[in-house]
């Protein structure tokens, strides 16, 4: 069983950048793809990034191209996302997932069978 935990949420003013971290426990973190999807208030769950097991291969949604870089350290067990040029749309709950089987998809909920509890991050105009 692999445990996933987010951290880093919060307010911050648009413009502004926070980091989100994601540990992992459970198995060898290297072995797993990890991704970041978000919910905002009425609205469904969305693919925002991903990084392959090594890291070597990043994607993003067009909305967050520039502003926002997936990372991982894999030694720590941890993932990361970087959010910079906050705009109050990007306003969400933002959870971290994992996957260890292979997929050559990506940017769909159904993709990863390991999620996080989600940390909220508010921006405002």
């Known amino acids: 069983q692999v445990q996933l935990v987010e951290s880093g949420g919060g307010l911050v003013q648009a413009g502004g950048s926070l980091r989100l971290s994601c540990a992992t426990s459970g198995r060898t973190f290297s072995r797993y793809t990890m991704a970041w999807f978000r919910q905002a208030p009425g609205m469904e769950r969305e693919f925002v990034a991903a990084?392959?097991?090594?890291?070597?291969?990043?994607l993003y949604a067009d909305f967050v191209k520039g502003r926002f870089t997936i990372s991982r350290d894999n030694a720590g067990n941890t993932g990361y996302l970087q959010m910079n040029s906050l705009k109050p749309e990007d306003t969400a709950i933002y959870y971290c997932?994992?996957?260890?089987?292979?997929?050559?998809?990506?940017?769909?909920?159904?993709?990863?069978?390991?999620w996080g509890q989600g940390s909220q991050v508010t921006v405002s105009s």
């Open positions: 997932a994992s996957r260890a089987y292979y997929s050559s998809s990506y940017r769909a909920s159904r993709d990863y069978n390991y």
């Open positions: 990084s392959t097991r090594s890291g070597g291969t990043t």
